[in-house]
C-alpha cells in the first residue's frame, strides 16, 4: 500500500510526541512493506510565527491532498492569558477541522491493568472499562453564530446551534460503531434546559429506528459526569456535542491513568486526522519527558479508520500494552523511573520488529 501522511506537529509538546508516532508509523511501513510518505507542514502558534495565519493556505492544501493526517497539539501560554490578541492558536484548530469536513471526533477510553493503581478512581471501579466517545465537533457553540461582545463591552454572548442534519450524520457513525461493540448508544445531553439538546433528542429518537438491535438511552450531562466517575463500566457508545463532548473526555480520561494515554480520530467527509486530546501541555514542551503514547495510539487509529489495516493498528496497541506492562513509561505514569519520550518511541519500535518476527 502507498499512502502519503500529512504530519502537522504544532505547538507544545506536539512535535516530540508526533516524531514517535512517525518513528512507529515508519516501522510499521517497514515490517509490512507500505510506502509510507510524510509531510510536514505548519499549525498553531508555530504557524502563527512564520505566516500570521494558524491554519495557513499550504496547510490546507497539504492535508487535502493527503490521505491521512497526523497531528500533534495546539496552544501556547502566550495567547492563553491574553484576551485582546486578534489571532489564536486554537482558531487554527477550529478552521481545520470546519474547512477539512471533520464533523465526528472519537475518543476511545479504556483502562489498562498494569495502570489501575495510578489512577485516582478505586480498581474496582475502573478494571475492564471500555468505551467510545462521539463528540460532534464542526457545531454547537463553538462555531455558533452570532457571538461576540455587547458594544460597551460589558456583556458576551455565545450561540449554540445544531441542525437535524449535523445531529444525524455524527450520530450514524456512533450508531454503527455501537453495532460492532455492545450495541449501547448513550445520548450524553442538556434537554431539560436546551433546545439544541431537545433537537438531538428527537433525532437520534428517530434515528434509532433504524438501528433496531441497537439500545439508546439518554442522560443529562451533569449526571454522566458523576456516572463517568461512578460506574464507567456502565458505557459504551457514549454520543454528544461540542463542548460536552470536550469536558467529559478529559474527565473520563482519568479512567486510564493519565490524559497522555488518550488518542482520538476526527473523521467526516474526506480525510482523517488523528491526535493525541492532551493538548499543547507547554509546561513539558522541550524536555523529552512527554507521553507519546496518546500520539503512537492515534497512529494507530490512523491506520484502522483511513487506510483499513485492522492488522498493523492492532500490533502498536499491542506494543503500548507491552510497554506499560513492563512499566516502560514515562514520568507522568512512572516517577520512580521514568523513561523519555524518545526512549519510549524507540521501545515501541523494538516491541513491534520482536511481535512481527514472532507472527511471522
Ligand atoms: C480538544 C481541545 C480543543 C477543543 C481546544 C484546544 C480548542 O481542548 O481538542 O479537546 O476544545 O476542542
Ligand atoms: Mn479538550
Known amino acids: 500500500m502507498k499512502k502519503n501522511i500529512a504530519v502537522l506537529p504544532g505547538d507544545g509538546i506536539g512535535p516530540e510526541v508526533t516524531a514517535q508516532a512517525v518513528k512507529v508509523l515508519k516501522s510499521i511501513g517497514q515490517t509490512y512493506n507500505h510506502e509510507l510518505d510524510f509531510a510536514e507542514a505548519l499549525v498553531g502558534a508555530a504557524a502563527i510565527g512564520v505566516t500570521g495565519d494558524p491554519f495557513p493556505k499550504a496547510t490546507e492544501e497539504a492535508c487535502v491532498k493527503a490521505d491521512a493526517i497526523l497531528f500533534g497539539a495546539i496552544g501556547d501560554p502566550k495567547y492563553d492569558n491574553d484576551p485582546t490578541a486578534k489571532v489564536r492558536p486554537e482558531q487554527g484548530l477550529l478552521a481545520m477541522r470546519k474547512k477539512l469536513g471533520l464533523f465526528a471526533n472519537v475518543r476511545p477510553v479504556a483502562s489498562y491493568d498494569a495502570l489501575l493503581p495510578i489512577s485516582p478512581l478505586k480498581e474496582e471501579i475502573i478494571k475492564g472499562v471500555d468505551f467510545v466517545v462521539f463528540r460532534e465537533l464542526t457545531g454547537g457553540i463553538y462555531f455558533g453564530q452570532p457571538r461576540g461582545r455587547s458594544e460597551d463591552g460589558n456583556s458576551a454572548f455565545d450561540s449554540c446551534t445544531y441542525s437535524k442534519e449535523e445531529i444525524i450524520?455524527?450520530?450514524?457513525?456512533?450508531?454503527?460503531?455501537?453495532?460492532?461493540?455492545?450495541?449501547?448508544?448513550?445520548?450524553?445531553?442538556?434537554?431539560?434546559?436546551?433546545?439544541?439538546?431537545?433537537?438531538?433528542?428527537?433525532?437520534?429518537?428517530?434515528?434509532?429506528?433504524?438501528?433496531?438491535?441497537?439500545?439508546?438511552?439518554?442522560?443529562?450531562?451533569?449526571?454522566?459526569?458523576?456516572?463517568?466517575?461512578q460506574n464507567p463500566g456502565y458505557f459504551d457508545v457514549v454520543l454528544t456535542e461540542n463542548m460536552f463532548g470536550d469536558i467529559i473526555t478529559d474527565e473520563a480520561s482519568v479512567i486510564s491513568g493519565s490524559l497522555g494515554m488518550l488518542p482520538s480520530a476526527s473523521i467526516g467527509k474526506e480525510v482523517g486526522l488523528y491526535e493525541p486530546i492532551h493538548g499543547s501541555y507547554p509546561q513539558a514542551a522541550g524536555k523529552n519527558i512527554a507521553n507519546p503514547f496518546g500520539a503512537i495510539l492515534s497512529a494507530a487509529m490512523l491506520l484502522e479508520y483511513s487506510f483499513g489495516l485492522l492488522e498493523e493498528s492492532q500490533l502498536i496497541q499491542k506494543a503500548v500494552n507491552q510497554a506499560v506492562e513492563e512499566g516502560f513509561v514515562t514520568e507522568d505514569i512512572n516517577n520512580d523511573n521514568p523513561k523519555s519520550t524518545e526512549e519510549v518511541g524507540d521501545e515501541i519500535v523494538s516491541i513491534i520488529s520482536e511481535l512481527a518476527a514472532v507472527n511471522s
Open 169 to 229: 450524520r455524527v450520530s450514524r457513525l456512533a450508531f454503527d460503531a455501537a453495532q460492532n461493540r455492545n450495541k449501547r448508544v448513550t445520548l450524553v445531553d442538556k434537554a431539560n434546559v436546551l433546545a439544541t439538546s431537545r433537537l438531538w433528542r428527537e433525532t437520534v429518537k428517530e434515528l434509532a429506528f433504524d438501528y433496531p438491535d441497537v439500545e439508546l438511552d439518554f442522560m443529562f450531562v451533569d449526571n454522566a459526569a458523576m456516572k463517568i466517575i
